[in-house]
């Protein structure tokens, strides 16, 4: 995986600041700047929809229709959001959990990450999209499909991450460590995987996008609730304003999760240069 | 504390067909309590024989014993500061020091005594709640150098743990070494490129030839404990830098 720029985003703003030449620099706060755009946005749909009836509804529905898509679908929004993102945490948490364990274990043992490696190689490629029919199959076409695959996305960036950010850990850090005592285990606990937390949490970032982007088309193809499901359902009675809804739905909880991560890797890799 | 002792020990790494012989038939022992500065020039194989010591790799032929073990692996017998940034810079300043004790087992309270007290002698007990990147080059060595005393080794190897500081910082750190060694008497071993600070901190300088690295001459460094940075500009000191260097160069490769 590309650490390196996962790792310039994370510190984009510190980056910012050290970086850039001072001239270059606006005196407009940036917070500012991303809500004056954000309004400038709003602004423009609705004067392109409602205000002058420039683009009709079927093409981009405008503000209010949206809002009468919220009251009309009210509380079964809310369920097939919740649907969605419940499938988002679960393949999210358990596919990042495993698939750390296991870049530990290949960093760990060589017959393990000659026998793991080639299937890796493999099936990472391959867009977990692409596994639908099978996943349909075996699965049918409950929550544990979805999870599934929501899971094997976020397992191959977190082998990967895991197991090239094990073999970056400097070695002279774990020399010090057994020379002031420390027995193998220990090594792993309080060496190798403190000083591979920035990786894992990159890793985490770019597993909750996937996983979101994964679980809604796998439920694009066949569910019983969820936003995937909401929007491709919509979409047969060409409901442009329940389709838009569910997208900006999507967004604002994939964005929030991203911030939750943002702000708890700040805080865990404070130490961090 | 400890005797170290090495009998004919050598280095040999091979690399496919490539042979290198990084250390010779080399033998020397540094007696209990005592500070053995090992000088030579850069990649004379110093390194090499710090790592025996530690344990990080095994000797080809002969044997490193401490206290007449044989040394075989790693262990917190043996402490190692080292030249690179060791220290761990997701653990506060405290932390770091308590690693040792804590990873040994040690009581919360003995943790948290060997910590205040190396830090204190290393002089940065205001600094315990920082992260090592608020710290400056010296004060991370300074860390270092109290981690490994917190630990309570038997053998201390440094292995030019100064060598990227500017000269003032290494002043300051001598005298911090020197006030941290008299307070916790250890066998120091102590690989430097740079002469004076081998004199001013040994009991005895051992010479190493370069490529491949033998003990040219183990020399007695006469001017005792407590010894102040001014010792540096006598004519006693200048004329043992003198006869060192030219030891040294008397192997040079020309």
Excluded at chain 1, 17 to 38: D, W
Excluded at chain 1, 130 to 145: E, H, Q, R, S, T
Excluded at chain 1, 208 to 213: I, K, Q, V, Y
Aim: aromatic share 8%.
């Amino acid at each position: 995986m590309s650490k390196r720029s996962d790792k310039s985003e994370l510190k984009s703003e510190q980056l910012d600041r050290k970086r850039l030449p001072k001239g270059k620099r606006c005196s407009i706060p940036g917070p500012a700047i991303s809500i004056l755009v954000l309004i400038a946005l709003a602004t423009l749909w609705w004067t392109a929809t409602t205000g002058l009836g420039l683009v009709r509804e079927l093409f981009f529905p405008s503000p209010e229709s949206l809002f009468q898509s919220l009251t009309t679908l009210n509380i079964r929004l809310l369920e097939d959001a919740l649907a969605t993102l419940s499938r988002v945490l679960i393949s999210w948490i358990g596919g990042s959990t495993l698939g750390v364990l296991t870049g530990l274990l290949m960093a760990r043992s060589h017959i393990l990450r000659y026998a793991l490696n080639p299937i890796i190689e493999a099936v990472r490629p391959v867009p977990p999209v692409a596994l639908i029919p099978f996943v349909i199959l075996w699965f049918g076409i409950g929550d544990d499909g979805k999870i599934f695959l929501g899971a094997l996305a976020c397992f191959m960036v977190m082998v990967v991450n895991t197991s090239v950010a094990v073999t970056n850990v400097p070695p002279v850090l774990l020399q010090a460590a057994r020379s002031l005592g420390a027995s193998e285990g220990a090594l792993y606990r309080r060496v190798v995987f403190p000083s591979i937390v920035p990786e894992i949490l990159s890793g985490f970032r770019i597993g909750s996008a996937l996983a979101f982007a994964v679980i809604v088309a796998a439920e694009f193809l066949g569910a019983d609730a969820g936003l995937g499901r909401l929007i491709m359902s919509a979409s047969r009675t060409l409901n442009t304003s329940v389709v838009l809804l569910g997208t900006i739905v999507i967004a604002v909880m994939a964005v929030l999760v991203d911030q939750i991560i943002l702000r708890l890797s700040r805080f865990l890799t404070r130490w961090s240069t | 504390m400890s005797k170290v002792q090495l009998s004919g020990v050598s280095k040999v790494f091979e690399r496919g067909s490539s042979r290198t012989v990084a250390l010779e038939d080399s033998s020397f022992t540094v007696r209990t309590g005592e500070t053995v500065c090992l000088v030579g020039p850069s990649g004379c194989g110093k390194t090499t024989i710090l790592n025996l010591i530690a344990g990080f790799t095994p000797a080809s032929t002969g044997s490193v014993q401490v206290d007449d073990l044989v040394v075989t692996g790693p262990s917190s017998e043996r402490a190692v500061v080292f030249q690179a940034d060791a220290v761990f810079p997701w653990l506060t300043v405290a932390k770091n020091v308590a690693f040792g004790p804590s990873a040994q087992g040690k009581s919360r309270d003995e943790q948290e005594e060997r910590t205040n007290r190396f830090l204190t002698l290393v002089g940065l007990s205001d600094f315990k709640d920082a992260f090592p990147k608020e710290l400056s080059g010296g004060m991370k060595k300074r860390v270092d150098l109290a981690r490994a005393y917190a630990s309570e080794p038997k053998v201390l190897l440094l292995d030019e743990p100064f060598g990227a500081l500017d000269v003032f910082t290494k002043e300051a750190m001598w005298l911090a070494f020197q006030k941290v060694a008299e307070a916790e008497p250890k066998t120091v071993i102590f690989v430097t490129h740079d002469i004076e600070e081998a004199i001013f901190l040994g009991d005895r300088v051992v010479v190493m030839t370069p490529r491949p690295a033998r003990v040219r001459e183990i020399i007695d460094v006469p001017f005792g404990a407590n010894r102040s940075i001014e010792l540096r500009d006598t004519p006693a000191f200048q004329a043992l830098r003198v006869q060192i260097t030219l030891l040294l160069r008397e192997g040079r490769i020309e």
